[in-house]
């Protein structure tokens, strides 16, 4: 017989108004003792006995042994999760932005105190990825991951490419949605997806990277000349965040827009909709596919997460614990088209082999390539209005550079 579950619920918006939904609609052996929130004065659905604004109150108590923690505030999230985890409550989370800054913590913080930490919700809403890359997948043939991970800006890029919908409009209704996050830039600005990069990144290869060293570009910059440019090439414009061994002992990880081309599985991933490619030795491609955001199919995945403590779930972070040796590099070119205005933006990012270039008054651009490293180091020149950067999927090292990063032991994490 599965353990009853008493649990502490913070949050009672989109996501956590959703889990509420899915768990009145059915007869689980678990009960929401109380219920946290910010605003007391908001109306709410439920009878007001219900919900509290002292954290305390659900941490200190000791019939709760479940806290679900589903608020927009990354720092108090962080707050509320170390100390449940401390005095010995299982923690359901799906804020991504707290457990990619916190991973590496978080994880002792389980093993300290025999808790667990789960949050399937927290990376591509509704898609099990992190309990397959956490159960299935041996990192020696995991070659790389990449995909559709924030719903926002895949609605947003969906409604630009497929309605001719303007962005401002098209972010208002993912919005409206609740498929955003409280500051949108989160979105658009390639951050979200990075949060849920690094998550996927330490289930994959067991790599703890600070998400500040990891290159975010989002679709805030995008303006007409770049959509009329993918659509006569006929390829869709995703944000695209990949994580990728370019050698046994090397893994380079970025969230860039791509250029997609039509038999590409990203292309028909459209709205709030994400989908992930794995790309494996032997398995090869497989791809996974569902909704990345909206109350009721993050709560699916909360809940699943919920279900799994009945039965004691908990992460093993194996390949962290297998002490793999890998680093995580940012010693590789991509080719990127750029638009730009001012030529000293080619000579800053030191882009090379330009395969293809256009010039007017009004819309430059180039195809050519860039270093990781270079793009990393000017990123604030990357968020000037006047620029926009896409990948085009192809990624250049040479063996000699594998072999230099061996040696020299270059870490960016
Ligand atoms: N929306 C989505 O599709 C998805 C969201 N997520 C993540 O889930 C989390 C929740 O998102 P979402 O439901 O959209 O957010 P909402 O803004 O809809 O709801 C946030 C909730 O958190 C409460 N809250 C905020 N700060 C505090 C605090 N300090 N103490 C107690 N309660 C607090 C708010 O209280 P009040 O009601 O009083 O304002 C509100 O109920 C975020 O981390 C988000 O990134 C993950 C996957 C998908
Ligand atoms: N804002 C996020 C919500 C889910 O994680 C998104 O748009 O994907």
Do not use: W
Not at 51 to 68: A, C, G, K, R, Y
Not at 251 to 264: E, Y
Not at 303 to 330: C, F, M, P, V, W
């Amino acid at each position: 017989m599965s353990k009853k579950l008493k649990i502490g619920l913070f949050g009672f918006g989109v996501v956590g108004q959703g889990l509420h939904d899915i768990i009145k609609s059915q007869n689980l052996n678990l009960e929401i003792v109380k219920i946290a929130i910010k605003n007391p004065e908001k109306k709410r659905t439920l009878d007001t006995h219900l919900f509290t604004t002292s954290h305390d109150e659900i941490l200190d108590n000791p019939e709760i042994n479940t806290i679900v923690e589903l608020i927009d505030d990354a720092d108090a999230a962080y707050q509320i999760t170390k100390k449940a985890l401390s005095s010995g409550k299982n923690v359901v989370s799906a804020n991504k932005k707290m457990i990619a800054n916190h991973l590496e913590e978080l994880v002792h913080l389980q093993e300290e105190h025999g808790t667990s930490l789960l949050y399937e919700g927290a990376v591509c809403g509704s898609i099990p990825i992190i309990r397959n890359l956490e159960e299935y997948y041996d990192n020696e043939l995991l070659h790389g991951i990449s995909g559709i991970f924030n719903g926002s800006s895949n609605y947003i890029l969906s409604k630009i490419f497929n309605e001719g919908a303007s962005y401002d409009s098209a972010l208002k209704e993912a919005q409206d949605l609740g498929f955003a996050e409280t500051n949108p830039i989160l979105d658009v600005g390639g951050y979200d997806p990075k949060f849920k990069l690094t998550i996927a990144t330490a289930h994959a290869y067991g790599l703890f990277i600070n998400p500040d060293k990891i290159l975010n570009i989002g679709i805030q910059n995008l303006a007409d000349a770049d959509i009329q440019y993918a659509k006569e090439k006929n390829y869709k414009i995703k944000l695209v965040p990949t994580t990728r061994k370019i050698s046994t002992k090397q893994v380079i990880t970025f969230v860039l827009p791509k250029f997609v081309k039509s038999d590409d599985f990203l292309y028909n991933v459209e709205n709030e909709y994400n989908g992930v490619t794995v790309q494996a030795a032997f398995a090869d491609k497989q791809f996974f596919f569902g909704k990345g955001a909206g109350g009721h199919p993050t709560g699916a995945a909360v809940l699943s997460d919920i279900a799994a403590l009945r039965y004691d779930y908990r992460y093993e972070y194996k390949k962290y614990h297998q002490k793999n040796g890998l680093i995580h590099t940012d010693r590789v070119s991509l080719e990127i088209y750029l638009r730009y205005q001012h030529e000293y933006t080619l000579e800053k990012l030191q882009i090379e082999n330009i395969s293809e270039r256009f010039s007017r008054h009004d819309y430059k651009y180039v195809i050519g390539n860039v270093s990781l490293k270079s793009l990393l180091e000017n990123k604030d020149l990357l968020l000037n209005k006047d620029v926009f950067i896409a990948q085009t999927g192809r990624i250049i090292y040479t063996e000699q550079d594998i072999k230099a990063i061996a040696e020299e032991g270059i870490l960016v994490n």
